[in-house]
């Protein structure tokens, strides 16, 4: 019984359909299935696929978005138990667009994927200055600042907030990782960037890595 009711949540959620997954993760919950067990089995597992078929262009971005939207319907659910019964996450992530620059759909899919993975994550929006990424990676206790920019010209902002957490003496207490069209691993070395991530799937399997590796 178990299974099927997470099976059927993991395919739902690939098609789109926010009010199915809403439903099943309730039966799931009402089964008295375990919190972490729904999460991870269930609206994890079935972003996770979808995950894979977007990195293969079998699906798109609308499909990406629809999924996402009834991932969230599940989590609503399964968020008040997670706080009841202190459920980690994996891991706490800050994200960005840097100061300057107010793109910020690349960030957003970033936001999703890796919420979808099950890791907290800390969106500070549009044009955020050095300070704001740092002070807020340092108040959260987060494990991974992520920095995206579409503008050549504010690319030299992610610099300065290394710079800013080096200054600090609390460089090493993060994991940076860094995106946008106009990006490039080397760029990604240069500023002292752990990783340059090219897309949301890559984004996610790096943050992945960086927090089982601590």
């Known amino acids: ?100 620059d107010q793109h910020d759909i690349g960030k957003n899919l970033v936001g999703i994927m890796l919420e979808g993975a099950g890791f907290e994550v800390v969106d500070l929006g549009k044009d955020v200055s050095p300070e704001q990424f740092v002070d807020a990676a340092v108040e959260t206790n987060a494990d991974v600042i992520g920095m995206s920019a579409l503008l050549t010209t504010t690319m030299p902002v992610m610099k300065k907030v290394i710079d800013l957490a080096t ?22 070395k240069e500023i002292g960037a752990d990783a340059y991530c090219f897309d949301t799937v890559s984004a996610v399997e790096c943050v992945k890595g960086f927090v089982k590796g601590k």
């Open 1 to 100: 019984m178990t299974n099927d009711i997470l099976t059927q949540l993991t395919q739902v959620l690939q098609t789109g359909d926010a009010t199915a997954v809403s439903d099943l993760t309730k039966l799931a919950i009402d089964q008295s299935i375990g919190t972490k067990i729904i999460l991870d089995d269930g609206l994890i597992a079935g972003m996770n696929i979808v995950g894979e078929r977007f990195k293969k262009h079998e699906i798109f971005l609308p499909d990406l978005l629809f999924s996402a939207k009834a991932f969230y319907a599940g989590l609503e659910h399964l968020k008040p138990l997670l706080l009841k019964e202190k459920i980690a996450s994996p891991g706490k992530v800050v994200i960005g667009t840097v100061q300057g």
């Open 167 to 188: 200054e600090r003496k609390i460089k090493d207490q993060f994991k940076y990782i860094v995106g946008g069209a106009p990006l490039s691993d080397k760029f990604a």
